[in-house]
């Protein structure tokens, strides 16, 4: 799981968020929240707190990695289904209702390294078979188990490839 935090104002920089925008906004993260989009690519909008009068952060988190920023179009294009129309005219700039830039960005560390390129994986395990002469001990008899494990699969898949 992908996390983003995202600080979002305003594309009119002149403009401080109201209460009632701010609340707005939370509903538009709940609404973005059952469009199909991120239902299909498991996306999460969740509001995290108000950093000053105009600009709030929110939480993005996605299965996949997202360009974050332009991600943050599902929040707008809620906010213009429940929103007054009106009001949002004084936030645009440029075409643009919000802005939101990346505060922090992360992937959750169970995560991390089941999303290995096949490239990766290969260079993994030459690593675990021929890395070892700087390893540390310890390192070494981690290596040695996956190793081990490594030369069981590869048999096991022999094996059940031939019969």
């Known amino acids: 799981m992908y996390n983003y935090l995202l600080d979002v104002t305003a594309a009119n920089k002149k403009v401080e968020i109201t209460k009632e925008l701010e609340n707005a906004i939370i509903d538009a993260c709940q609404d973005a929240n059952t469009t199909t989009n991120s239902r299909r690519y498991g996306r999460e909008f969740s509001f995290v707190s108000r950093i000053d009068s105009c600009t709030i952060r929110l939480r993005l988190k996605a299965e996949k990695p997202v360009i974050a920023t332009r991600a943050i179009s599902s929040i707008t294009r809620a906010l213009i289904r429940i929103y007054d129309a009106d009001k949002l005219e004084t936030l645009k700039y440029n075409g643009s209702i919000l802005n939101a830039t990346i505060a922090n ?59």
């Open 105 to 163: 960005e992360n992937e959750e560390f169970s995560q991390i390294y089941s999303n290995l390129e096949p490239h990766e994986i290969v260079q993994s395990v030459v690593e675990i078979f021929y890395g070892q002469e700087k390893k540390r001990n310890k390192d070494k008899i981690v290596a040695g188990e996956a190793a081990k494990q490594i030369r069981d699969i590869v048999i096991d898949y022999k094996n059940r490839t031939l019969n």
